[in-house]
Nanobody
Framework: QVQLVESGGGLVQAGGSLRLSCAAS????????MGWYRQAPGKQRELVAA???????NYADSVKGRFTISRDGAKNTVNLQMNSLKPEDTAVYYCNAKKLRGGDILLDSWGQGTQVTVSS
């Protein structure tokens, strides 16, 4: 079991910045991929950014160049630095941790979510 706790959401004006953090605890040795997803009202949850063991990252096209995901292995945290925020970034952001083996997902844990609201 892996527990994830997010922090750092809030209200910001368009063009501003926020930094989300996610602290992992429990069976963290089993994690080899972490990421941030978001879900806006009436929309499906979507991947925002992910980072896998070794440091490779992946971003949604809509956030490339504006968001940066990073992982602090010593602190068992994953962070999402969000710059140049737009109203369309408004959503609940969820931290996710996975254990992947080949094409299989052996572990899939979610945080409780944190609200990000960007005003125009």
């Amino acid at each position: 079991q892996v527990q994830l706790v997010e922090s750092g959401g809030g209200l910001v004006q368009a063009g501003g910045s926020l930094r989300l953090s996610c602290a992992a605890s429990g069976s963290i040795f089993s994690i080899n991929a972490m990421g941030w997803y978001r879900q806006a009202p009436g929309k499906q949850r979507e991947l925002v950014a992910a980072i896998i063991s070794g440091g490779s990252t992946n971003y949604a096209d809509s956030v490339k160049g504006r968001f940066t995901i990073s992982r602090d292995g010593a602190k068992n945290t994953v962070n999402l630095q969000m710059n140049s925020l737009k109203p369309e970034d408004t959503a609940v952001y969820y931290c996710n941790a996975k254990k992947l083996r080949g094409g299989d997902i052996l572990l899939d844990s979610w945080g409780q979510g944190t609200q990000v609201t960007v005003s125009s």
